[in-house]
């Protein structure tokens, strides 16, 4: 079952290239993050290097790898993420960009734009981390009896 499928969106927006910013702005932050999985980097070593050097965007990646943002383009620490996350990522793409659901077709795929996302993602998967860290710290204590 993927997370998101570029069908979803071209429903709704009349140009695959900007159907997929959305998506694929989200990609390259977990390339960016090594969030992806071994086996899809290494499928795609050469765009996944281009996109670290931001010589192309992430959207560009995401057709390279078939449009859909499927479970397995991710590593296990991305999955555990986008597994509790991404049903409220089309919303907070929009809040970080001060759009309506309608409009976040408009937001242009910028390198500028991609840095106030990762600013917002890598906060929130930030705060992910320390909120399992800190649960699995409590049940260490509770193991040895403090």
């Known amino acids: 079952m993927p997370y998101d499928t570029l ?12 159907a997929v910013v959305p998506m694929g702005m989200l990609l390259a932050w977990c390339v960016n993050l090594g969030l992806i999985s071994r086996e899809f980097e290494q499928a795609n070593e050469r765009a996944v290097l281009r996109v670290r050097m931001q010589e192309i965007p992430g959207s560009e990646l995401l057709i390279a790898a078939g449009g859909d943002l499927q479970r397995d383009l991710f590593s296990e620490a991305g999955q555990r993420f986008l597994d509790g996350y991404y049903p409220r990522y089309p919303e907070e793409f929009c809040a970080v960009f001060n759009v309506s659901m309608d409009e976040q077709y408009g937001v242009s795929e910028s390198w500028d734009n991609y840095a106030k996302l990762a600013q917002h993602l890598t906060r929130v998967y930030m705060g992910a981390r320390k909120t399992a860290i800190a649960g699995i710290f409590s049940r260490f204590k509770r193991l040895i009896g403090h």
């Open 7 to 18: 069908d979803n969106h071209l429903k709704d927006s009349s140009d695959i290239g900007r």
